[in-house]
């Protein structure tokens, strides 16, 4: 225990017997009878994907320290190493989609808007239950007849599903630049990702790609609707968060890891991003996210 909290399990993308493509699909019910410890209701940061639809039933799901009441129709999207748990889905069914996260290059990278959860109407949910099970099938397919087995068709088939389950996206006139812009955002965003522990500022991220500050700006704020600083300072509080509420380390700890000089300029970095100091938030914290399910 850290914190008053179990420490994060990290769990590795590990294919079922007979599965090498990098996508599988269980449920609900096969989840709950593969983890009878109920492990799935602790903190855990997956390596891999995960996108589950609530086909019926009701119950809860915690992504970063946002609370989500799922009910029919609910669509969860797990990304890599976000730290997460089912916190009360026994009653939940549906399908789980599990994927490495190089199994569709490039295109996750421009659903970064996508919130961690969000809701299907009927008709949709029916269209999207439909391409899980297409996708379920031929994965199965694949397990028991690898001569059938084609990587190809279910990277389509996974494809086909999160266009129809993914929020809708507003209709661009310009194509073309709307292509370029999600080509820069995807390549600042990658960036990010490898080094928010060392830069802090834009203008690292524009020398090492190529670009000038303007278009990182204007590309991130066409894909998410927030700056390219913005985006940058959210990366490093998400990383802060996790640390502070997950781990034991002080909080000259985590302005290190973080890359910060010291505890004092880390401190004024949490406080204006949250409006809180780093202890104060590690305390609250506390007091609700180690309450029993």
Known sequence: MENGHPAVRQLRYSPAVGSSCGVEVLDFAALRSMDVRRHRVLPQRPDFHVLALIASGTGSHEADFGT?????????????????????????????????????????????????????????????????????????????????????????????????????????????????????????????????????????????????????????????GTGAKSFLDQRVLLEAKRLLAHTDLPVAGCARRLGFRDATAFTTFFRRQAATPPGAWRAAYGATGSRGV
């Open 68 to 224: 989500h009441r799922l009910a029919e129709g609910s669509a969860v999207w797990i990304r890599p190493g976000m730290v997460h748990r089912w916190s009360d889905t026994d009653a939940c069914d549906g399908p789980l989609v599990l994927f490495r996260p190089g199994f569709l290059p490039g295109f996750t990278a421009a659903e970064a808007a996508t919130p961690a959860c969000w809701h299907l109407d009927r008709q949709r949910l029916d269209l999207a239950l439909f391409a899980a099970l297409h996708l379920g099938r031929e994965h199965d397919a694949a397990v028991r007849a690898p001569h059938l087995a084609s990587p190809a068709l279910l990277t389509h088939l996974l494809a086909a599903l999160l266009l129809r389950a993914l929020p809708a996206a507003p209709v661009r006139t310009d194509a073309t630049g709307h292509r370029r812009s999600t080509d820069v955002f995807r390549r600042y965003r990658a960036a990010v990702e490898e080094h928010f522990t060392d830069w802090h500022h834009v203008a690292d991220y524009a020398r090492a790609l190529g670009y000038d500050v303007r278009t990182l700006t204007r590309a991130t704020r066409a894909a998410t």
